[in-house]
């Protein structure tokens, strides 16, 4: 008897369960105001997402970097066509057009994810949709992060985690004329802040034309505030950044006190 596989993990049931309740939504609401019929699953692991979109009446292709995965989604959804492809390599546009993209736990798995964003735009004809971890902070930054060698990591197991402000941004920047966030992030508890605990995954949605959606609010493209050639502008980012941790780290009287002075020097 094979060991089971990492995707069959509870921790991706319960997380693929919140996931595919927010997919099964937005496609139940747009699908037929954007006519939608055809999508791509890029990184489906072992298969769930693209049986997901199939039961929700698209035509479906599968794609992932791993041989494994592709043999293991083949024998798990035999009505569904299977492809391996590498995200980050441009052979992956031959693929053509799609209505829907689905990128479901990939772009912070990858050095380029950049490069594959633009990619999945090459692919993408009405709807993309993205979700992945992000890294913490509100710039629009990656930080290079050491994976550890699992079937579930990248293909090198080294990865650019994006901040979502970069996530947004590179969605911009790939061609997309319009990003959006959930304006509820799937029940799960990755997707919110618990306590001290911060939110470490998000789910965005991005278009070449606007989608009237009351789950998908706009945001627009995030813009950077620091210009790291001069040295004078870092200096005074550092500065605010510096402040801005000192306030953080005072107790709620002293923010309170430090408020009312700010308010009054300013009336």
């Known amino acids: ?156 197991y080294v990865a650019f985690y994006p901040t979502e402000a970069c996530l947004q941004k590179m969605l911009y920047r790939a061609g997309f004329l319009h990003v959006y966030k959930l304006g509820v992030m799937p029940d799960h508890p990755g997707y919110h802040r618990s306590g001290r605990l911060p939110r470490v995954r998000t789910m965005l949605a991005a278009s070449q034309k606007p989608i009237s959606s009351h789950s998908l609010k706009p945001v627009p493209e995030p813009n950077v505030h620091i210009a790291p050639w001069d040295a004078r502008s870092v200096a005074a980012y550092n500065n605010s950044f510096e402040k801005l941790r000192r306030f953080a780290a005072k107790p709620l009287p002293q923010k309170i006190e430090s408020i009312k002075r700010l308010v009054k020097k300013r009336a």
């Open 1 to 156: 008897m094979r060991a089971p596989l990492v995707f069959d993990l509870k921790v991706y049931g319960e997380l693929n369960a919140a996931r595919g309740a927010v997919v099964s939504d937005l496609i139940a609401e747009l699908g037929g105001p954007l006519g939608l019929r055809t999508a791509v699953d890029v990184a489906c692991g072992a298969g769930y997402f693209s049986g997901l979109l199939k039961t929700l009446g698209l035509e479906v292709t599968g794609v992932d970097g791993r041989s494994q995965n592709i043999e293991e989604s083949r024998q798990r959804q035999p009505g569904i066509r299977f492809e391996r492809f590498d995200a980050e390599d441009p052979a992956l546009r031959d693929l053509g057009r799609f209505d829907v993209v689905l990128c479901f736990g990939l772009l912070y798995h990858l050095e380029n994810p950049l490069l594959a964003v633009r990619h999945l735009h090459a692919l993408t004809e009405k709807l993309l949709l993205v979700e992945g971890v992000v890294f913490p902070g509100k710039e629009p930054t990656m930080a290079l992060v050491d994976e550890s060698p699992a079937d579930d990591q990248g293909l090198n």
